[in-house]
Structures are given as C-alpha cells and as structure tokens.
C-alpha cells in the first residue's frame, strides 16, 4: 500500500527563521514520483516540485530546497528566510509509474509564519 | 500560461439534490481527475479518466457519482443525490501523458456546500 504521512500538522515561525517540512512515503514500487503542493488561503493548489524516484539529487529554487533520500523514504521541503506570503498548508504527494496516476497526499502541514 | 478553470467556485444544494461541478482540463492534457477535500482534511483522489473511460477510482467514488467529458474541452462530475457528507471542496487537474511532464494541475476548485 501507498502511504505519506506528514508528521507535523501546524509549524509557527517568525519571519526570516528557516523551517523544514517533513515527508515520509511507504511504497514498494521501485519507480514512483513524489511531489510539493502549497495550499495557501484562498484554497488553491499550487504545484512546487516534482521529483522521480531515481533521481535523488537535492533541488533549490530560491528559498525553496528540497532533501530527498530513498534511503530513509523522506522527502523533506525546507523554506530558508521564511516570509509571511509562505504562510499555507503543505502537501507532500506520491504517485505510482502507472498509467492512471492518483496522488496520494499526506494530511498536510499548517505553515504559520509571524512578522 | 494555459490552467485548469472550474464552475462553479461555490455550489450550495439542497440534500438530495443533483449537482454537477464543471472542468475545462488544460487543452493538450489527456488525463484528467477528481479530488476533493473536506474541510481541514487532506486531499483525497475520486477518479481518474483517461481515453473516456474511467481508469481508476476510489471507494469514495461510489454510484452516485459520475464522470463525463462532453466535448473536447469539458470534464464534469456529477452527484446524482448529494448527501451531507458531501460537503467538501472538489478540485479538477489535468496532466499530459509525455514521461517528464507528467505533473498534474489543479484547478481552483469548487466549494460545495450540502444543506
């Protein structure tokens, strides 16, 4: 069975703090993709960053970087110099190399960040 | 840039009414899907269409809802007999079949709300 589960359900920081977004998947698949979805308050879902299974280089785009390890199945997101606009929930997402590829999400992070 | 466009933003119905949420996919993308995400919830996959036909769905997806692509454009859900639990927001995405750029887009969903 296909599982994410983000163990953080609400993060507080202070404006300009760095803060990590935890992921752990469950798979047994040997190719699959693992994706960031930022939710902010008006309710969309905006796509982050998309990531396959065998490519575990890490990624930065500006303040966003991204650690993943196949080895610990995590894929943790972390947001440097936090700004209140990150203020949202945070989904970590798994898809299957398969033709229908559903998402499955975690139960999201709750990213408050204070001026 | 083309995105995924839904109507309407928000649907509120009488239980047991018939209620169909509406999609227009981005336009080159061949699979296309239903979310949804009940208040303070994480986002849980409803059914994926692919060729039409339905490729894969959840036990959420059960018979009283449906799935149609009309014409070339548009992608509906329909629910024959809401319930209150249906309550929920919907969100549509759409996402090409071309390894790499694969990513599944969302559109700005529709808050459904059953009285």
């Known amino acids: 069975a296909q599982k994410v589960t983000q163990a953080q359900t609400e993060i507080s920081v202070v404006e300009k703090e760095d803060v990590t977004l935890d992921c752990v998947y469950e798979?047994?698949?040997?190719?699959?993709?693992l994706f960031w979805y930022k939710q902010p308050p008006s309710g969309e879902l905006v796509f982050l960053i998309r990531?396959?299974?065998?490519?575990?280089q890490n990624e930065i785009s500006g303040r966003y970087s991204w650690n993943f390890q196949k080895s610990t199945s995590s894929f943790n997101f972390t947001i440097t110099a936090s700004q209140v606009v990150d203020s949202a929930v945070y989904f970590c997402?798994?898809?299957?190399?398969?033709?229908?590829?559903?998402?499955?999400f975690g139960q999201g992070t709750e990213l408050s960040v204070k001026p | 840039e083309p995105e995924v466009t839904q109507t309407p933003s928000h649907q509120v119905t009488q239980m047991g009414q018939e209620v169909i949420l509406r999609c227009v996919p981005i336009s080159n993308h061949l699979y296309f899907y239903w979310y949804r995400q009940i208040l303070g919830q994480k986002v849980e996959f409803l059914v994926s269409?692919?060729?039409?036909?339905?490729?894969?769905k959840s036990e959420i997806f059960d018979d009283q809802f449906s799935v149609e692509r009309p014409d070339g454009s548009n992608f509906t859900l329909k629910i024959r007999s809401t319930k209150l639990e249906d309550s929920a927001m919907y969100f549509c995405?759409?996402?090409?079949?071309?390894?790499?750029?694969?990513?599944?887009?969302f559109g700005p969903g529709t808050r459904l709300t059953v009285l």
């Open positions: 995405a759409s996402r090409s079949d071309r390894e790499g750029t694969d990513t599944q887009y």
């Open positions: 269409f692919y060729n039409n036909e339905i490729s894969e």
């Open positions: 990531r396959n299974s065998f490519d575990e």
């Open positions: 798979t047994r698949d040997t190719t699959y993709y």
């Open positions: 997402a798994l898809r299957r190399y398969n033709q229908g590829g559903k998402l499955i």
